[in-house]
């Protein structure tokens, strides 16, 4: 399980704690659901047209329907008006 998910009650004794990070980017999900086929052929479609790597999608599982199978893509942007974080690295 991602460690970003679990709840932390105590964020203070985590000095490098990378949350703030995490609060100011805008997260958004996108999914695909369809046969193996067009699963696949609309992943391929969004590489060609420069969307997302194909890499960049989960594995494909299992949906709902038997029939079909889903694929999920994260994207993650730096929130409107949130200026960049200075990396003291």
């Given at each position: ?30 999914t695909v ?57």
């Amino acid at each position: 399980m991602s460690q970003e998910f679990v709840p932390d009650d105590n964020k203070f004794e985590r000095p490098n704690d990378d949350s703030a990070a995490v609060c100011e980017q805008e997260v958004v999900l996108l999914t695909v659901v369809g046969s193996p086929k067009g699963v696949r052929e609309t992943i391929l479609t969004l590489y060609r047209l420069g969307f997302a790597e194909v890499g960049d999608w989960s594995p494909v599982q299992r949906a709902a329907n038997p029939k079909q199978v889903m694929s999920v893509l994260i994207r993650r942007k730096r929130a409107e008006g949130t200026p960049p974080r200075q990396s003291g690295r």
